[in-house]
């Protein structure tokens, strides 16, 4: 017989729930609009496409979501909170067309 008990942070002070569930869900966001952007720039890399400045574009904004995922993380683990991963959907399209259209999809988020 093994009992496994799951200890409270030592630093949750003043978290709600609610609150942590909010962060939870807007990580999976940030990584989910991540995830679509490093598409949109594979898309513009390729070489029937080769616009390599919107592949760029949307490379660093790729980055940049993933970075806001990582800040919120570190945010759940000072405040004693516990962050809790999805999974991450397929985006919609693998086509994202010309960059005027990649532009309003990428604004539609």
């Excluded at 093994?2 to 990580?27: F, G, L, P």
């Excluded at 999976?28 to 616009?51: K, P």
Aim: hydrophobic residues 35%; charged residues 30%; aromatic residues 12%.
């Amino acid at each position: 017989l093994t009992v496994i008990v799951k200890m409270a942070s030592q630093v949750r002070q003043n978290y709600h729930k609610d609150c942590e569930d909010a962060v939870n869900k807007q990580i999976n966001v940030e990584l989910y609009s991540s995830y679509v952007y490093l598409s949109m720039s594979s898309y513009f890399d390729r070489d029937d496409v080769a616009l390599r400045h919107f592949a760029e574009f949307f490379k660093e904004q790729s980055h940049e979501e993933w970075e806001h995922a990582e800040k919120l993380m570190e945010f759940q683990n000072k405040r004693g909170g516990c962050f809790v991963l999805e999974d991450i959907k397929k985006p919609e399209q693998d086509e994202w067309g010309n960059g005027l259209e990649a532009m309003q999809r990428a604004l539609q988020m």
